[in-house]
C-alpha cells in the first residue's frame, strides 16, 4: 500500500471511529478526497487504493482532471462559484456544495434546463459569520432554500458548512450542532422539491467531531495528499 493510500484508509477508520462513538453507520458517511493543487499522480493513487469521490475548488482544475481520470469518480465542486464558470460543470460533476445566492442558482437552473438535466447542489451555510467566507448567513437560509426550490431543475439535497479554522476541533462542534440544527428546522418544514439528506461538514482538522455531529459528506484534503504549496 502507499503511503497516500494509507493516508486514506486511516481517515476511513477515524470516520468509522467517530460513528461508533455516535451510534452511527459508516455506510451513511462517505469520505470526499480534496485534490485541489495536487497533480494527477496523486489523484491515481488515491483512486487505486479505493477512493471514488474526490473534492475541487476550481472548475478548470476540475475540468481538465476529469478528462483524465476514470469515468466512475464522482466529482464535487467545493469550491466558490462564478456564474459565468456555471455552464461547464452543469451535468458532469455529482453535487456542487457551494450555492449560496439565488443569482447562481438562477445560473445553474438556466444551464440545467438548455441541457435538459437534474442539478444536485448543497446551499452553503456560514456558520460562524465569518467575514472572510462565502456561504449565506443562518438566519437568510430558510428563506434562499425556499426560493431555489422554485426552480425546478436545481435539486436541493442539504447543507454545506466550513467551519472555522481552530486548534481544538471541539471548538467547532457547536456550528456542527448547529447546522444539523438548521437541517432538521428545514426538513420539517416539507418543502417541494428539497430533501435534507445531506449533510457537507468537517474537514482535516475537525472531521471527526463533524462526524459525530450528523456529517454525511466529510472533505479531506491534507489528511490525505498532505499540505498544499499554492507556490508553484
Ligand atoms: C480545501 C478544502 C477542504 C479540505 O481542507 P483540508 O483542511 O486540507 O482537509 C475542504 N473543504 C473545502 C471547501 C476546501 O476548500
Redesign the pocket.
Known amino acids: 500500500m502507499t503511503v497516500l493510500q494509507e493516508n486514506y484508509n486511516c481517515v476511513l477508520k477515524n470516520i468509522e471511529e467517530a460513528c461508533k462513538k455516535s451510534g452511527r453507520d459508516p455506510k451513511d458517511v462517505t469520505l470526499i478526497a ?1 485534490s ?1 493543487t495536487k497533480p494527477l499522480e496523486m489523484l491515481r493513487d488515491v483512486y487505486d487504493g479505493g477512493a471514488r469521490h474526490f ?1 475541487e ?1 476550481k472548475v478548470q482544475e476540475m475540468c481538465e482532471k476529469m478528462e483524465q481520470m476514470p469515468e466512475d469518480v464522482n466529482w464535487h465542486m ?2 466558490h462559484l462564478q456564474t459565468n464558470k456555471v455552464k461547464y460543470i452543469v451535468g458532469k460533476c455529482a453535487l456542487i ?2 450555492v449560496d445566492s439565488l443569482h447562481l442558482a438562477k445560473e445553474i437552473e438556466k444551464q440545467a434546463a438548455k441541457q435538459n438535466c437534474e442539478v444536485p447542489i448543497l446551499v452553503e451555510i456560514n456558520i460562524a459569520n465569518e467575514e472572510t467566507k462565502f456561504g449565506i448567513d443562518r438566519t437568510e437560509a430558510m428563506n434562499l432554500v425556499k426560493e431555489i426550490a422554485k426552480l425546478p431543475h436545481v435539486k436541493i439535497q442539504g447543507l454545506m458548512t ?1 467551519a472555522p479554522y481552530v486548534e481544538d476541533p471541539e471548538q467547532n462542534r457547536q456550528y456542527f450542532h448547529q447546522i444539523w440544527q438548521l437541517s432538521v428546522d428545514i426538513k420539517n418544514q416539507n418543502i417541494d422539491n428539497v430533501t435534507m439528506d445531506i449533510l457537507s461538514m468537517g ?3 475537525d472531521y471527526m467531531v463533524a462526524v459525530e455531529e450528523g456529517a454525511t459528506l466529510v ?5 490525505i495528499f498532505g499540505e ?1 504549496n499554492y507556490n508553484i
Do not use: A, D, P, Q
Request: aromatic share 0%; proline share 0%.
Open positions: 480534496v485541489k473534492g475548488n467545493i469550491g456544495h457551494s466550513i474537514m482535516t482538522g472533505r479531506v484534503g491534507t489528511g498544499r
